[in-house]
């Protein structure tokens, strides 16, 4: 058992998703056995192998730092749930 | 009526014995007389008939004039709405139009609809989705079964015969294991190969676009469509895009094909091993030669992709906020609660036990145990590969553990259901190009596909081998 309820709240606050009870109880379970499994990549030693993060074959190229008008405003605010004149609309954060 | 290849429609329409219009209504047709199997998660005959305009204006030279496509529901479309399966993205209209499917809008394809799809490309059953399962077409009555995942949905259109081809994404086998399961053919092309723009990211070391269709020249032409460099995605690769199709080439003389050992595994049905022999002495016949191969790492590549593919998912998903596009949980009284309630609301289970993996994977502490070290482990994978590849061509797998199970059997036990990408996984981890064929039928008469490994970029070798194999079951 790696993680008990207090630790996956902990986690579910993090990653902001609110679980019910049941749903912690569930995924604990899951979410152990899934850690459980993982624990055998212990088994490979990797002592002085460098760790792959970018599969890609080329290294990543460079561009010109240029300023391009791809969004308008319009564009980027037509699929928010709740927009008012140029701004996202969120609930209030400073009293 | 059924058209069989890409060539065959563009020779009708170019000798005017069918035109647009009347290719529309016939899958029109087709998909209205399946609705019942839930392919499409969003299907507009008005859509449709507004593109046969369009297309009817375009010389005959484009390459995909009038051929019917099915689109991927991960792929951004301008015209049609995009949910990427969920319901985070309910009613989510883009702006912009995906790499991919622009590219395929460009030579005159006609898309039909978009397709269903695991929840943000998660699972293999195409189970996960928001808007319920598909049936895989070849389902016997009363049996209804999957049609794999997660681009079970454009599998199963292909295999349904409701459009000639289809896009999907492939991250850990999302491609390869749904064309096994419906029979049809599924290129993943190697990591890079084409744009990720426009496509809704799962685990972006690992995304890839690719195509399914029912032979493997029309997946030949689909994927040089396809292909390309593209700036807004700073991994897309330079290389030359080959013309896959006109280099077509069965032979198979002097060819050297692996065959890894560690593709043996116990519980793995001998029908399977069966069709996997049977395409070892194919290509033996047809003058390549065999060589047994070891790939020393391949079974520490599932708790390693389970490790890499949720820690990028949990950093990708965190722009599902409520506030940019979407759904929104309503009454809520302050920023961090609509947060939590969007998100808590908006994902379905396997997408949030995704990325509670990912974010405890890549937290204080942690990090270092889990994440870099399944970095490391990857490292080895790729490191297989390319060693391997310095003694043969191409590698032979099966593609999947099994024929396609019954719908529903193997949701209660996450691992049970991970292993479905047991054969698919690893060429995933190394970014390699991999094909699935059918080839064979099990004891039921449900289809069993077999898997082409080749080298970075070597696409070309892989479509040949299937294009060769493709050959015995004509």
Known sequence: ?95 | MEFKSINQLKSLLEENKISVKEIAETYIRKINEKKDLNIFIYFDEDKINEQVKEIEKLPNNKKLKGIPIAVKDLFCTKKMPTTAGSKILENFHPTYESFVTQKLINEGSMFVGKTNLDEFAMGSATNTSYFGNTINPLSKKGVPLAPGGSSGGSAAAVAADLCLGSTGTDTGGSIRQPASFCGVVGIKPTYGLCSRWGIAAFASSLDQAGVFSKNVKDASILLEAIAGHDERDSTSSKVEIPNYSQNLNPDLNGKIIGIPKEYTLDGISDEINMVWENAINSLEKKGAKIKNISLAHTKYALPTYYIIAPAEASSNLARYDGVKYGFRSKDVNSLDEMYELTRSEGFGKEVKRRILIGTYVLSAGYYDAYYLKAQKVRKLIANDFIETFKECDFILTPTAPSAAFPLNEKQDDPIKMYLNDVFTVPASLAGIPGISIPYGKDKNGLPLGIQLLGKHFNEQEIINAAFALEKDYE
């Open chain 1, 1 to 95: 058992m790696k993680l008990d309820t207090n630790t996956i709240n902990k986690i579910a606050k993090l990653a902001r998703i609110r679980l019910s009870e049941d749903e912690a109880k569930d995924l604990l379970k899951d979410m152990n056995s899934i850690l459980d499994w993982v624990e055998q990549l212990n088994e490979v030693n990797t002592d002085s192998v460098e760790p792959l993060a970018n599969i890609s074959s080329s290294t990543l190229p460079q561009r010109k730092d240029e300023a391009k008008d791809i969004n308008s405003s319009d564009e980027i605010l037509k699929n928010s749930p709740d927009k008012l004149e140029d701004y996202f609309v969120v609930p209030k954060v400073v009293e």
